[in-house]
C-alpha cells in the first residue's frame, strides 16, 4: 500500500499531517500556495476584502448580490 | 472564440477544432463518482481513481492519500496496518474539528429589484416564466411608471450609502419598451445622485428587437446583458420561437451583432440558456454558445412533473461540458460556466452558500400590475403576492423570508448544502406544490454537477500551485 497521494502535493504541510493535503484555505487565513489543517482559524473577510453579505446559489436571478 | 466582423455582421465560427471532441458517452457507460461520509467530511473516489476530500461544513477540498479510501472495513482493499489506520483516523478527527468557513451577515436590505418593463412578448416560448406569450395571465402590457419610480425611490431610501442596488429589466421582452428602461433608469440615477451607492443595470433579452438605437440604449446604462438562447439555431428554435411558430435564431445573431458593435460599453454579455425534456443536448449547446463571445454561459433546467430522467441526462451533460471546458482552456474556460464559476468562488473564499438565491431577503420583483413578488417565478401567484404598496409589508416579508433556505427546506446534513443553498423555491413548488419541500431531482442534480466541480477544481488548483512551485513533492 502506497502512503503517496494520487497526484503529488505541492502545498507545504504540517509535518505531521501524511495522508490529507488541503487544496483551499480561506485567504485571510492562510498566505498564498500554503495550506496546513487549523482548527482555529475565523477568517473576516472574502478574497476581495469585501464586506460579507450573504452570498447567493446559482439561482436563476441574474444578480451577483455581491 | 469566433470572430465577429462588423462589416458583414457575420460570424467566423472556426469549427474546425471542435471535431477533435470525444463523443459523448451513453448515461449508462458514463463512469461515476463513488462517496462515503464519515462525519462532515465526505471522501470522493472520481471516475479516474483519485481520492478527495470536502469539508462539508468547512468548504475546504483536500486530495488524499488513497489509503484514507480503504479505511472503510467494507471495502475490499480495505487492508490497513493497524498504526497507519489510526494516523489517518487521527488526522481525519483533526479535519473533522476544523473551523475556517464563515457565514456572511444576514440583513434584509433590498440590493435588489427587478421590472417587469413589459408583460408581453414578441416570442413564444414553450418554458417561460410569463407563460409562453410573456403576460403571466395579466391584462396590463406595462407598469404604472410613476408608482414604480415611487416604489424604487423607497427602496433606494432604505440603503445606507456604501451600498449597492441593482435594477434588473425584465420581461415579457423588455426591449419592446426601450423607452421604459430609459426612464427608470434615468429615475434611479437622480434618486442615488449624490449618494454613495453603486448603481447596476441588468437585463434579460430575447435579444430579437436588439438594434442600433436599442444596442446603443444599453451601452449608455454601462449593462449587464444577458441573451437568451438555448444553442446553435436547430436547437435553439425547437423551444424559442416566435408567434408564428418560426426559429428565433436568425434574429437573434442579428441582434447579437449589435450588442458587439458596443461590446466594450457593456459590464458584461453572457447568455441564459434553458434545457429540460425539450432540450437536453448540453454538449452540443455548449459547444455553440462558447464560441460566441459571451463572458459567462449559465445553463439552467426547466423543472417539471416527471422529470427525473431528464434532470440526470442535464447534470451528466453538463458534467461533461465541464471535462471539456477544461481540458480546452484550462480554469478561465470552465469559469465561463456560471456554475463552475460559483463553485469555485465559493471554495476559494469559503463563505457558506446559505440560500440559493437571494429572493425576498435581499431581492423582491415588481410586475405591471405595481405588485410585489419575491421572484419571477412567483408573478401573478395571489398566495406569493407581498402588495402593491408604494412600501413593501417589511413584516410580512421578515416572516415569510427571513430563515436561510438550507435551514428552511430541511437540508439537515447534506454535504451539498453550502455550495447549493437550499434548492429553488419555485421549483420545489412546481414539484411538490411546496416552496420547502425539497425537489430530489434538484438534490440529485446539483450533487452530481458539484463532484465534479470539486474534482475540476481540485485540478485547476494543483497545477496552479505546481506551475508556482515549480516541483513536485510527496508525502512521506
Redesign the interface.
Known sequence: ???????????P?EPN???????????S?APA?AST????????A??AGAK????????????S?D | MSKFDPKSGNFNFGFKHMTDFDAPLAPSQRPSFETRRQGDILLIKTPR???L?LHSRE??????????W?LDESSPAA???PS?AT??RE??A??Q??????D????LLV??L?VNVAQICNLACTYCAAGGDGTYGSKTKTPDLEKTEAQIANLLGQLPDGESF?L?FLGGEPLLHPDIIERLARHTRLMAAGRALRLRF?I?TNATLVDAERAELLAKLGA?V?VSMDGAPEQNDRARITKSGRGSSELVLKGLAELLKVRDRLHSL?V?AVFGRHNLDVVGAWKYLSQLPFQTL?F?FAAEAGDETASRLFAEGLCEVMELAFAQGGEAELRRL??AD?LF???????????????G???LQLDTNGRFTV???FVGQRDEDLGGQVQVDEGERRARFERDLVDENNCGNCWARY????G?MSVNKVKNGNKHERDLAFCDRTRHTLLKGIEK??EA??NT??D??G??????
Open positions: 500500500m502506497s502512503k503517496l497521494v494520487t497526484t503529488p502535493p505541492s502545498i504541510q499531517v501524511k495522508f490529507i493535503k488541503l487544496v483551499n484555505k480561506a485567504p487565513t500556495a489543517l487549523s482548527t482555529s482559524a475565523e477568517p473576516t472574502n478574497s460579507l453579505t450573504r452570498r447567493p446559489g446559482t439561482g436563476c436571478i441574474p444578480v448580490g | 481513481g483519485s481520492v476530500g468548504l475546504e477540498v483536500a486530495q488524499l492519500d488513497a489509503a484514507v480503504n487492508a490497513l496496518e497507519i494516523e489517518i488526522e481525519l483533526q479535519w474539528a476544523s473551523r475556517s468557513g464563515q456572511a451577515q444576514g440583513d440590493r435588489s427587478t441593482t434588473t441588468d434579460v449587464h444577458t453572457n441564459g449559465k439552467d456560471h456554475v460559483h468562488r465559493t471554495l476559494d473564499d469559503q463563505l457558506r452558500v446559505r440560500n440559493h438565491c437571494l429572493a431577503k435581499n431581492h421572484c419571477q417565478w455550495m447549493c443553498g437550499g429553488c477544481y481540485v488548483r494543483y500551485t505546481l508556482s512551485a516541483a513536485e513533492r510527496e508525502i512521506h
